[in-house]
């Protein structure tokens, strides 16, 4: 009981101190994808940003799960939080915990259900977007036959694959690139999917509210 | 008190007369689009009738903006109405506003719930989709390699798009040209998805009437 | 009050002899555009069908338009009807009114509400597939360039215009053939969305129902 | 009664002994799929494989058959078991039911509603979509003008097709691989759209809980 509740305790107060380093892998990755010829001191640089920032994740993942009494079972109902451990470019999938406990700390919600569901899914789904674009980029850049060979494309890539609209004009060949497009598609549409059904009742509950009134 | 309610009266009596300012800015925008080799006369006339009409737009925007008591709640809670100012071309998503002032002095809607979430979202897409046509189709038509040469073409892509099919046979390949494609995506898969999810209710709806009768 | 009676008694009447010559016109149109080198004989006799066919559709239309009191209020309020009788090929859409007419003569309907739902979407669907398929074969088959020079192309494009798959692999070129799959796309999005959303409902049912017991 | 109640019995008996077949039965295909080079001995073993465990699946059908009173009813109301007999390939549907007789020995479901079918729709489309990459596999692989040569292509074609985004990189050609695809499109949207369905209701009712407490 003591030890849960200090976890918890933990849990409250690292979060919003963990969205930083977040951000920070989420840049230090960026800058090293999209800008390749760096001077060596800025690539230094920006690889320790990396690899400090991965190491804070893991170090906190490993201190909860020391900190927890059923430690298999943590692993279990935490699994989304080992995955952005190992694969830290999906950590933008954790914002609704972040999320939940700052609607907590109100009293009441700004934004009506529909709003707060279609900002969420938005949002993540953006960054997700986002993340994947400098993925494939970065795998596709250089390989030979390739279509993507600016950020530009990558983004369009990105988008369409997201809308499920999937133009293929642009589209990943290697490996690695298209494990990363095949991510995006079940998670993106999943996402938009829930982003488009939030809009559509949200239409609905407009038109239904000014025609009773 | 008194100023927000001279700024009520303002936008209930303005909104009507600046449907034909739309009207007429997509008229000759898409003038000015489709038939480049206008007389040099022509071209001025519907030059100034694009300057003219978003003039209009603007001074509308800023008196409604001086005339609020609360500035930044204005704009704040007028985001959309600062969007379509400065992209007259999404004016279509205005819609909504005029059609809801319009319901509301009617006493009974006429049509049902599903049909009137229906005609606005497909209206909304139909009208995004013809000024994404005539915006693409600008960027695209003398860019080298581009696969978009008529404006047929263009419509082709922008209902492929709005469906999220995607053949991909035709697409943007400018920079604008796949940021105005990313746009439609986004806010066209949204109205496209409410259309489909209002003809599926309706669908059932009608469909469990009988069953019960 | 006698004629509208008259109109709905023949409506009644009417409806299930209508349903052959549906199928007729579009049996003569299959035959006619799959196989083009006919003996000038069956050339004629397929011929024949397709006018007669279309003939009866004209004369029903304008028998129930003179029978009815308000003809314009007619004409407003069966507006499909009008569209079928000019485009024979989208009769398929009027199957909800046979299908509604039978229903009633039933006590008891014999199927579920989702799967009363699917059957009839599915099949209109697959009835404007294969409508659609045959128009786009005629006009694209000998256009130059074109890709799809097979029906195999035509049923394989129709199917993935259908799903909003949109491979991009086989696509229409002609302005005919494009605004055929552009009504494609949107009729066919919005039944095989009602196909979909009626599915999902149906599997939340099955499991909430085993969940419960 | 008494035969009917012994056909349950087997029902309840046969069906977990039956989940090995299936498996074995899909690694059997697979492995005679993925290598085409195999040595006599065990292309002659996996072969004897599919041959015994497509035999077993018919025997039980068979059996079940002819130990049911109304005969023709069975089938009509185990119309997916014949399917499934014909068509090994398809037995991932059957799951549901595996699912349904699990879910019954136990008191308490232990996942929520959305969560058991995103498990069950997910799942299903899971192994269909990797029935359906070996199936194109191998009708593709070595047909002229093929862009699936390699089975990486195959599974990348079928994750497009799931998920609707279809970017027509990498096609089938072949009459028989469009077969298949237009199965996986129609089988894979229904149970995609599902999933995404349950995550946007799932999603909504967190954020809904959320806000209220």
Excluded: N
Excluded at 41 to 70: M, N
Excluded at 126 to 138: E, N, R, T
């Amino acid at each position: 009981m003591d030890r849960e509740a200090r976890l918890r305790e933990w849990e409250e107060r690292a979060e919003p101190y963990l969205l930083a380093p977040s951000l920070l892998f989420l840049a230090s990755y960026a800058v090293r994808v999209l800008i390749p010829d760096l001077s060596p001191g800025w690539q230094a640089f920006w690889g320790l940003v990396t690899v400090v920032t991965w190491g804070a994740f893991i170090v906190e993942y490993l201190a909860r799960l020391l900190l927890s009494k059923h430690r298999r079972r943590f692993v279990r109902t935490h699994w989304l939080d080992l995955v952005v451990t190992v694969l830290p470019l999906l950590r933008p999938l954790r914002i609704i915990e972040i999320h939940d406990r700052m609607q907590r700390r109100r009293d009441h919600p700004r934004l009506a259900l529909e709003a707060r569901v279609m900002t969420y899914a938005g949002l993540t789904s953006l960054l997700l977007g986002f993340a994947a674009s400098l993925a494939v980029y970065h795998d596709e850049r250089l390989a030979p036959h390739s279509t993507i060979t600016t950020f530009g494309d990558s983004v369009w890539w990105a988008c369409s694959t997201l809308t499920t609209t999937g133009y293929g004009d642009v589209t990943p060949i290697t490996p690695r690139g298209r494990l990363t497009g095949t991510g995006l598609m079940f998670v993106g549409v999943a996402l938009v999917g829930a982003v488009v059904g939030s809009f559509s009742s949200w239409l609905v509950r407009r038109f239904r509210v000014d025609g009773e009134t």
